[in-house]
């Protein structure tokens, strides 16, 4: 099916890039000043910012409570942007969904970011919380049983190299990994996949625009070749916790986590690969409000159910 006419329609509208190099500061404000105000946003029972006390240092966490329960599973959520864009607000109606629709609670990472932080800073942020909330099971108000982590674009990355991770330092409680989108080859050669040549111009995220958009944390110290930076590189995936890989139609990125989440089936892991027709990349950010997309929250919650 074509592109989504909304979806379509929005591209039409946005100015052609702006040549030379990428200003961070520049474009992490401009993000910040589309995200609405508190009073606008999906009210939950509970939204708290808090600082998770690391073995990393001290990391801001915002968690998201949907209901009046003493115990709920938790959701660790960490945002995308490249590893140099997002925040905690800019992905702030994300983890609300998430929260509203799954109804664990949602623990919203505040990692550090490219090119201010390098190579593994912002991994480790999201590891160390993630065991913090396991750690921090009785008065987060964790259930003890369900402990997913999840993540859209470049979060994704970090989702599945943490649940890797962990599985290799014998960290055992990870029950589910959520991907949406999930950027898990830093190598862009054209030729690895193939669309990054089918939706390589034309979509919002473009081909040629990925290796600017992630020198910052390919120039921090992340190697391509490392299966921390690039989870596909990962040779065993047996034991690894069952996955939700979530794809879009039109994104460069599709065939690399679509392949991942048959290698994950191939290493006997319950994996879910679903593609979103007519959706481009960062369609969950983005476009959500769109309800043929809001359905991937619905998606989440059912697959956190079966499983």
């Known amino acids: 099916m074509p592109l989504h006419p909304e979806i379509a329609k929005f591209l039409a509208t946005l100015p052609p890039a702006p040549e030379g190099p990428l200003d961070p500061v520049a474009m992490r404000a401009a993000e910040e000043a589309h995200v609405p105000a508190v009073e606008d946003r999906l009210p939950l029972h509970a939204v708290a910012d808090l600082t998770a006390h690391t073995a990393c240092g001290d990391v801001p966490v915002r968690v998201y409570t949907p209901t009046a329960a003493d115990r709920h599973g938790v959701l660790v959520y960490f945002h995308g942007g490249a590893f140099f864009l997002g925040s905690l607000d800019t992905h702030d109606h994300v983890a609300r969904s998430l929260a509203k629709e799954t109804g664990l609670k949602v623990v919203s990472v505040g990692y550090r970011r490219a ?162 027709e007519g959706a481009g990349h960062g369609f969950v950010q983005h476009f959500s409000w769109i309800p043929e997309f809001h359905r991937v929250f619905a998606e989440t919650r059912d697959f956190l159910s079966r499983h």
């Not at 964790?142 to 402990?147: E, H, K, R, S």
């Not at 690894?240 to 290493?267: I, K, N, S």
């Open 115 to 276: 090119p201010e932080a390098a190579f593994p800073a912002g991994l480790d942020d999201c590891l160390a919380v993630t065991r913090w909330a396991a750690e921090q099971g009785a008065s987060l108000g964790w259930d003890g049983v369900t402990l997913g982590v999840a993540g859209d674009s470049s979060g994704a990355g970090f989702a599945a190299a943490v649940a890797a991770r962990a599985h290799d330092e014998g960290f055992d409680r990870i029950t589910h990994q959520i991907l949406y989108y999930p950027s898990l080859d830093l190598d862009f050669d054209e030729d690895r996949y193939p669309s990054l040549r089918e939706n390589a111009v034309g979509y919002g995220l473009e081909t040629a625009g990925l290796k600017p958009f992630n020198a910052f944390y390919l120039d921090s110290g992340a190697d391509p070749a490392d299966p921390l930076a690039s989870p596909i590189k990962r040779e065993d995936l047996n034991g690894l916790p069952q996955a939700l890989v979530v794809t879009a139609e039109f994104d460069p990125m599709r065939d690399e986590g679509e392949l991942y989440g048959r290698r994950l089936q191939d290493a006997g892991v319950p994996a879910t690969v679903s593609r979103y």
